[in-house]
T-cell receptor, first 116, second 115 residues
């Protein structure tokens, strides 16, 4: 799986958009970009994923550059409850010969702190 | 909304004892995983399980570890003889086939403390 690089920490004011960048310059054509977050000591929580098109769901938007070497997770109106560690993970999604279904390799992630 | 559940939430055991950590994955999911997170460190993959067999395991998952799906709902992680360094949060996760991209849903974790 391709390696990702994220800033160690970021701050955001409550109600403002939080934009979390991720670099994945060695991403392969069949690798997706996934975002998870971990609120203190809880299990990681799936947020969103994408291949090359921008994606949006009820939690966030994912913007992937045209060359796919970087992406940005956008939380449009951050709340205090969005304070967490955010992980950008790149991996193959589809069944690779029926033997492996894509372990997630977590890095250190970005600690996002949302301030009142 | 369906969720992954884990029991117990906290397990304290003495070094050398066997522990079994239990997970109930989301009911229609077919792929199951265990991860662990030592305090202050990254979440680490341990093992993935599909079709009643291990599909992938990490170097952490040595002979002291085993997994089982004893019935149609539970998925267990057994540590045969616990060591101090096994103290960690253990997370179970599951994913399904229908999504096509296998996003994983995690349980709340079991905190294992080995004394």
């Amino acid at each position: 799986d391709a390696k990702t690089t994220q800033p160690t920490s970021m701050d955001c004011a409550e109600g403002r958009a939080a934009n979390l960048p991720c670099n994945h310059s060695t991403i392969s054509g069949n690798e997706y970009v996934y975002w998870y977050r971990q609120i203190h000591s809880q299990g990681p929580q799936y947020i969103i994923h994408g291949l090359k098109n921008n994606e949006t769901n009820e939690m966030a938007s994912l913007i992937i550059t045209e060359d796919r070497k970087s992406s940005t997770l956008i939380l449009p109106h951050a709340t205090l409850r969005d304070t967490a560690v955010y992980y950008c993970i790149v991996r193959v999604a589809e069944n690779a010969g029926g033997t492996s279904y894509g372990k997630l390799t977590f890095g250190q992630g970005t600690i996002l702190t949302v301030h009142p | 909304e369906p969720e992954v559940t884990q029991t117990p939430s906290h397990q304290v055991t003495q070094m050398g004892q066997e522990v079994i950590l239990r997970c109930v994955p989301i009911s229609n999911h077919l792929y199951f995983y265990w991860y662990r997170q030592i305090l202050g460190q990254k979440v680490e993959f341990l093992v993935s399980f599909y079709n009643n067999e291990i599909s992938e395991k990490s170097e952490i998952f040595d002979d002291q570890f085993s997994v089982e799906r004893p019935d149609g709902s539970n998925f267990t992680l057994k540590i045969r003889s616990t060591k101090l360094e096994d103290s960690a949060m253990y997370f179970c996760a599951s994913s399904d086939l229908a999504s096509g991209t296998y996003e994983q849903y995690f349980g709340p974790g079991t905190r294992l403390t080995v004394t």
